[in-house]
């Protein structure tokens, strides 16, 4: 049936464009490393980003927008930042028709521009928190590029906070990083492990750098979102300074954040099959398809199609408005309009056949598992309504059994090796090295440090590669 895809186990590179391909959600564009995000796609993003944006909102967070264009000096003023951006910035040397006296740089992140309006707003300890984020598009030149997992231009939110102590700032950065670790569990069905960054992977100009890594179907490691510490770092380079309730001046602490379409490609990855596309009820744009059904067109039109418009109305009563599709294409045969909603990732078909009608049901199949359940026009959209939810859980629990049987243990870098060359998934290790012994690890390996877990950050041991005692354990793998 999964015609136009390559099978997983064949390629699963080309399988993963395949699925991009046949479900609409995307294309390339005509600047390489761009993509055109399609209707199907940018309205998955859009049930993602609102999931994102209520909790945000929650939080005590509001929406700003801040310029594309920064100047050149403001990624100077920070030396680890300018140093981690500079291979992928976008420079503007010329508009108008004529040279800038300053080259504008087209943002990779904001921590920067965001930092210089900071200085102009906050004066008083009675400024802060200052808690804003943006929904945005930023630019990192991607040598390497991938639809939705690396592309030189991208969607992204980020969130920029400004604070009086410390503690409250790491609160903070702690804070967001649950907010993550819960959508991308409950909504997403992503089951990502919080961890915080080691000293190799952490983010330009930050003290410290939290993660959530999650595993695609491949085994190899994803990180979905971070939340980062940024210390006193922005503030001393773009003058961010209060008065204290003791009227004496000190430097804001900050944070920033960010979750990017990424996310896409991130369920693409986990949950996807050689069908087609498999979305989780929750952030499907259609969740239910509704398709009469019946030889006879005309009777398909007058009779079927009107309660198959009913029964949707009443579900969406529950599920929300325009989350069902009632199939008007009569023209198509049985299977083949069975198969278009089945690749576009659609959670729940219904059919409405001849039969069906005569008994008041409708056959209800699953995306997720093909399971077939015949459903009674009563109480319809109660059933279905639960029916969503067992399949949102359901794979859930699926990634994250799929994640703890590719986890294994290493105490050696040979073992590791071995494991990683085998295997593949997460090893779990003590680790205390260095950014030079993560990059030795990284060319005998080519796994990475992907964090250390917070479950786990009361766990010390003997590290697998330098052999120190009281070492944090962390989870390394090959990585997107």
């Given at each position: 049936m999964a015609r136009n895809i390559t099978p997983k186990g064949q390629d699963y590179s080309q399988w993963y464009l395949d699925i991009i391909k046949v479900a609409e959600l995307a294309d390339y564009a005509p600047v390489r490393g761009c993509m055109v995000i399609r209707p199907t796609g940018y309205s998955v993003w859009e049930e993602i980003q609102q999931k994102f944006d209520m909790a945000f909102k929650e939080t005590g967070h509001v929406n700003a927008y801040f310029p594309v264009l920064i100047p050149n000096s403001f990624l100077e003023k920070e030396a680890e930042h300018v140093e981690g951006f500079s291979p992928e910035c976008a420079v503007v040397t010329h508009a108008g028709g004529e040279k800038l006296e300053e080259p504008l740089v087209v943002r990779p992140t904001s921590e920067t521009v965001i930092g210089h309006m900071y200085s102009k707003w906050v004066q008083s300890w009675r400024d802060l928190p200052l808690l804003i984020n943006q929904w945005a598009n930023v630019m990192r030149w991607e040598k390497r590029p991938r639809l939705f997992l690396r592309t030189s231009e991208f969607l992204w939110q980020e969130g920029h906070t400004a604070h009086a102590t410390k503690q409250e700032a790491i609160e903070e950065t702690e804070k967001m990083l649950e907010v993550y670790r819960r959508i991308m569990t409950e909504e997403l069905a992503l089951p990502v492990i919080p961890g915080i960054k080691s000293e190799g992977e952490r983010f330009p100009g930050a003290e410290e750098t939290y993660t959530t890594e999650t595993m695609m179907s491949d085994t190899k490691a994803l990180q979905a979102g971070t939340s980062h510490f940024l210390g006193q770092n922005f503030s001393k380079a773009f003058d961010i300074q209060f008065q204290n309730k003791d009227e004496q001046m000190e430097f804001a602490w900050t944070t920033s954040w960010g979750v990017s379409t990424r996310l896409i490609g991130a369920v693409i990855m986990t949950h996807s099959d050689d069908d087609g596309l498999i979305l989780p009820p929750r952030i499907a744009p259609k969740k239910v398809a509704i398709l009469p059904i019946s030889k006879d067109e005309s009777r398909a039109e007058e009779v079927l199609l009107p309660k198959a418009r009913e029964l949707g109305d009443r579900i969406e009563s529950i599920i929300g408005l325009h989350h069902v599709d009632v199939d008007r294409q009569f023209h198509m045969r049985p299977g083949d309009r069975f198969f278009y909603h089945l690749q576009k990732g659609v959670p729940l078909r219904l059919e409405l056949g001849e039969k069906e009608f005569e008994k008041g049901t409708v056959r209800a199949v699953?995306?997720?598992?093909?399971?077939?359940?015949?459903?009674?026009?009563?109480?319809?959209?109660?059933?279905?309504?639960?029916?969503?939810?067992?399949?949102?859980?359901?794979?859930?629990?699926?990634?994250?059994?799929?994640?703890?049987?590719?986890?294994?243990?290493?105490?050696?870098?040979?073992?590791?090796?071995?494991?990683?060359?085998?295997?593949?998934?997460?090893?779990?290790?003590?680790?205390?090295?260095?950014?030079?012994?993560?990059?030795?690890?990284?060319?005998?390996?080519?796994?990475?440090?992907?964090?250390?877990?917070?479950?786990?950050?009361?766990?010390?041991?003997?590290?697998?590669?330098?052999?120190?005692?009281?070492?944090?354990?962390?989870?390394?793998?090959?990585?997107?």
């Open positions: 699953r995306r997720d598992t093909g399971e077939k359940l015949d459903l009674s026009w009563e109480g319809l959209e109660t059933a279905v309504s639960e029916l969503l939810e067992t399949i949102q859980r359901d794979m859930l629990e699926k990634a994250r059994a799929f994640r703890e049987q590719n986890t294994y243990s290493a105490s050696s870098l040979d073992e590791l090796k071995q494991i990683v060359e085998t295997k593949g998934g997460f090893v779990r290790a003590y680790f205390g090295g260095t950014k030079e012994d993560e990059k030795a690890i990284k060319e005998s390996t080519g796994a990475t440090v992907r964090c250390f877990p917070l479950e786990d950050q009361d766990k010390t041991g003997r590290c697998f590669y330098t052999g120190k005692e009281g070492c944090r354990l962390a989870i390394l793998a090959k990585s997107y």
